[in-house]
């Protein structure tokens, strides 16, 4: 788990602008950690999280595009049901809002990256650094991991 500086893009709404701006990162050799991409309106927001965050802002600069950056959490999670529900019940147990997420796809040694904003940023680094080293320590599941689902 760790801090990431996501990039907000406000793209045109048109055919090729979303495919320049990638384009435009692969050619600078950006690998890219996450993505989402919404429509508003008269544009679309991609939502980028990279591996290099100094170049993709290089990069959007010389495209003349306008774009903000925040920071996130990332959370590596294990690509398997439940992963990621986990950590937003935790989140949600300690009061923390999640304003929005989205998650990588894929991903080395099978595992994801959860893309968080969350309300308080370092509360819920303490919160996910915690349950990770507890969830190290259990053995055996607990009972909220045993729940019953009824259709």
């Known amino acids: ?38 429509d508003r309106h008269e544009h679309g927001v991609l939502r980028v999280v990279t591996e290099d965050e100094a170049a993709t802002v290089k990069v959007l600069q010389t495209l003349n595009t306008h774009f903000t950056e925040s920071d996130v959490l990332a959370v590596e999670l294990k690509n398997q049901p439940g992963a990621l529900a ?4 935790r989140l949600a147990e300690e009061h923390v809002n999640i304003d929005y997420a989205y998650c990588s796809s894929g ?14 940023l370092e509360k819920a ?18 009972l909220r991991d045993q729940r019953t689902y009824k259709k």
């Open 1 to 38: 788990m760790q801090t990431r500086k996501q990039v907000t893009v406000f793209l045109e709404n048109k055919p090729g602008r979303l495919a320049q701006v990638l384009s435009a990162l692969a050619h600078g050799k950006i690998n890219i950690i996450a993505l989402s991409v919404m």
């Open 86 to 89: 986990n950590i937003c019940e």
């Open 107 to 120: 991903g080395r040694n099978g595992k994801v990256f959860g893309i968080f904003k969350v309300s308080n």
């Open 125 to 142: 680094q303490r919160i996910v650094s915690e349950g990770a080293k507890n969830s190290r320590k259990l053995e055996k599941p607990t």
